[in-house]
């Protein structure tokens, strides 16, 4: 698996192999981590974050397109789950008409 691209072991993943996802995640544990600690500065909310990241990953393995780089598609899906976390934590007040 060492010598796959991330976008075949995507590929591979989706189609239901674990020791793909296992390398996937080898190789982008400690910067999707580091991402997430840089941005909220808590350790505990960065590893939220990151667990957070690998089940979207999980539930989104089936909209990856192959034709397309995975490291971009990975940090998105990181992105967003930053976002929504922050948008739960940090609700919008409603203003009356």
Do not use: N
Request: glycine fraction near 6%.
């Amino acid at each position: 698996m060492k010598d796959q691209s991330d976008g075949q072991l995507m590929g591979l993943y989706a189609h239901g192999s674990q020791s793909a996802f296992q390398e996937l995640f080898r190789r982008y544990e400690g910067r999707a981590y580091a991402y997430f600690l840089r941005r909220v500065r808590s350790d505990a909310q960065a590893r939220d974050l990151y667990q957070e990241l690998f089940l979207r990953l999980h539930r989104f393995r089936q909209t990856y397109d192959a034709s397309r780089p995975f490291e971009p598609w990975f940090f998105h899906i990181a992105h967003c789950g930053l976002v929504e976390q922050w948008r739960r934590r940090h609700p919008q007040a409603e203003v009356g008409l």
